[in-house]
Every structure is written in C-alpha cells, then in structure tokens.
C-alpha cells in the first residue's frame, strides 16, 4: 500500500522546516490537499519557512504543483520560503509546473461616450484594412493571371470547369425558384397598387425594368454569396486549418494560382449566365401573374414589354454581373485564408465573408446605378 502524503514541522525559532513525506501524487490527491491545507496554520509566525523534499518517495504534476502553490503562498504572505532537499527531477518538475497566480485583473470603467467613440474607431480601422488587404489581394490575383497568360501551362481549365459547374450549373434551380417568386411578388404588388389609378398595365414596364436593371442581379449575386462564397471561404479555410495551403508552397505551387484564380474565373464566367435565365424567370413570373391576377393577355404583356425595355436595360444588369462576382469572390477566398486553426475560426470566418460579400454587393449595384444615372444609360 502507497504511504500517504504526510508533513512533520520542525521548528527552530524564526525558521521552520516543513519535511514532506511519502508519496505526493494524483493518487494520494485527497491526502494531498489535506495536508496542503493545513501548512499556512503549521508555518504561522515563522519569518522562514524551508519545504523540504528529501523525504518525498514520488511526486508527479499535482504535487509538484500543490507544493509550489504552498511556496507562493508563504511568500504573498510576506514569508521567506524555499525548497531544500530537491534532486535534478524533483527541480525540474518544480520548475515545469511552477504555480502562477492569476488574479482577477481589475478594469478601469471609463466613459461610455470614450467607450462608443473606441468602438467606432476600431470599426472604422478595421474597414479601413479590410480594403487595404482586398486592393492588395486584386494586386496578387492579377499578377498570378499575368503568370498565367505569359505561361498558359500553368493554367487549370480542368479546376475552372468544376467550379463552373458547381457554381453555375447546381445553382440553376435556386435561382430560377427565386427569381420566379419575386418577379411574381412585384408584378402581384405592382397590380394591387396601380389599379387604384386605373394604370394596371404599367405594372409590365415595372417588372421589366425593375427585373432586369436590378432584382435580376442583385437576387443572384445574394444567392451566389450566400451558396458559393461561403463553400469557397470553407473549402480554403478548411485547407488552412489541415495545413494543405502551407504544403502546396513547399512544394513550389502558388495557392493563388492553384486555389483562388481557378474560384474566381469561375465566379465571372456563371454569374452573367445566371443573371440572364434570373432576369428570364423574373419576367415569366411577372407575366404569369400578370395575366391570371391582372387580366393582362400574354400578347398585351409581350407587346408593352417590348416597348417598355431597351437593349441598354438588359445590358445594364449584365454588364455589373462581372464586377459582383469578382467582389464575392475575393471577400470569400481573403476570409477562407484568413482561418485559423481552430473550428470556431472557420465559422467565424464563414459568416463574415458572406456578410461582407452581400454588403458589398449592395455597394457595388449602388455605385453602378449612380453611374448609369449619370450617363444616361
């Protein structure tokens, strides 16, 4: 049977020696803090106190870390206190598991109005950097193309094909669906409002151009960001997280060129087609609901639509397309590379590249509405 952990004082005068015997480990952990609890009282009024070890037969991590504990607590109390008898183990492990007090760290309250003013200072930094970091990735992301086209070997059509059709191709559907309901909800609401001032028809020169200068594009890239850029941020910040990133540069493989030019293509290349077959099931939406909620006939639909709309208003939503998908795509593959190695990083990381990438989406169809105001178009 193990000894239990035990302690004899010896007293001389201002000193005392506390002999520690037995086995002082995680299996004697309840004797152990037993008789660390009573050493305060076995020491009290002596100037010096010496913990002796010589006598100890094992000691593991828990005592090691008690005794040190007991050590740092005669010295807080303004006691000398000191380890003798130690061998070159019983030092090191002392020295590995030494006892650290880590108190509750007071903060100073200051103003709430300093408070919100810091907040708004970070926030504002942190935009500020989230641009930097974005212009300095365009900068590596045209510079890896221009690598590609001086030396076409070099280029993944075969990455840039799967990423088309996991992109364009499986969002076919969503977008379809969704563009379908709305252009239906617009037409619906358009009718319900126009017809108080007899002006029902008009509600096909709203849906047309509504859907194709705006609702088309700007419902897809949403789409697009929430779908597809999420997936990018999680499939390069997974590879972060299993260290593949690091291992495709030692083996002299660049990731922008590997991981994120292939994603970004890809992105362009869809989100045009897919802004053209949402601005078509807008339309066919809001000709369905046009003609069995507003008595509008098909070829009444068609015949005005025609007129309502221009090349120039379909060009419009297409031509921002482009400029989306690159926005959606370098938030996400700048968040997936940002991850670090934890799970609570990525999903942090997830929901800010698909919030971000929605906010800037919004930015960029304002900017390019502002835009096409001004010249007419």
């Known amino acids: 049977m193990d000894p239990l952990a035990n302690v004899v004082v010896e007293r001389n005068g201002a000193e005392a020696r506390l002999r520690f015997i037995g086995r002082w480990t995680s299996e004697q952990a309840a004797a152990v803090e037993e008789e660390a609890g009573k050493l305060a ?15 100890v037969e094992r000691l593991d991590t828990l005592g090691a870390w008690v005794l040190d504990r007991a050590r740092a607590s005669f010295e807080a109390g303004g006691q000398q206190a000191g380890f003798v008898g130690l ?24 103003s709430a109005v300093v408070d919100i003013l810091s907040d708004v200072g970070s926030t504002v930094c942190g935009a500020g950097r989230d641009v930097v970091g974005g212009v300095s990735f365009l ?5 890896a193309m221009g690598r590609m086209i001086v030396h076409p070997a070099r280029f993944r059509i075969t990455s840039v094909v799967f990423h088309l059709e996991a992109v364009g191709f499986r969002s076919v559907p969503i977008i379809t669906l969704i563009s379908f309901l709305v252009g239906c909800i617009v ?3 358009g009718i319900f409002q126009l017809s108080k001032f007899g002006a029902t028809p008009f509600v096909v020169d709203l849906t047309g151009i509504l859907t194709l200068r705006e609702l088309g594009v700007l419902l897809t890239s949403i789409m697009i960001a929430g779908r597809s850029g999420s997936a990018f941020t999680a499939e390069i910040g997974s590879m972060k997280m299993r260290e593949e990133i690091d291992a495709l540069r030692v083996m002299g493989l660049d990731p922008i060129e590997v991981l994120v030019v292939p994603r970004i293509l890809a992105l362009m290349l869809a989100l045009p087609l897919l802004t053209f077959l949402a601005n078509i099931a807008g339309l066919f939406g809001g000709g369905v609901v046009a003609w069995l909620y ?11 639509l025609r007129s309502a709309i221009a090349f120039n208003t379909f060009m419009v ?7 989306m998908a690159l926005v959606i795509g370098i938030i996400a593959c700048i968040e997936g590379l940002a ?12 929901t800010s590249s698909v919030v971000k990438s929605i906010f800037m989406v919004i930015v960029v169809d304002g900017l390019f509405a502002m835009f096409f105001a001004s010249i007419k178009y």
């Open 41 to 55: 009282s076995e020491a009290e009024g002596a100037q010096r106190v010496l913990l002796d070890l010589s006598a």
């Open 87 to 110: 061998d070159e183990p019983k030092r090191i492990l002392l020295q590995e598991v030494a006892y650290h007090d880590f108190g509750q760290k007071t903060v100073a309250r200051g």
């Open 139 to 143: 900068g590596s992301l045209v510079a």
């Open 187 to 189: 037409a619906q609401q």
């Open 294 to 304: 507003g008595n509008i006939s098909q070829e009444v639909f068609l015949g005005r």
């Open 317 to 323: 939503g297409i031509i921002k397309a482009p400029f």
């Open 339 to 350: 991850v670090k190695g934890s799970a609570e990083s990525l999903g942090r990381q997830v």
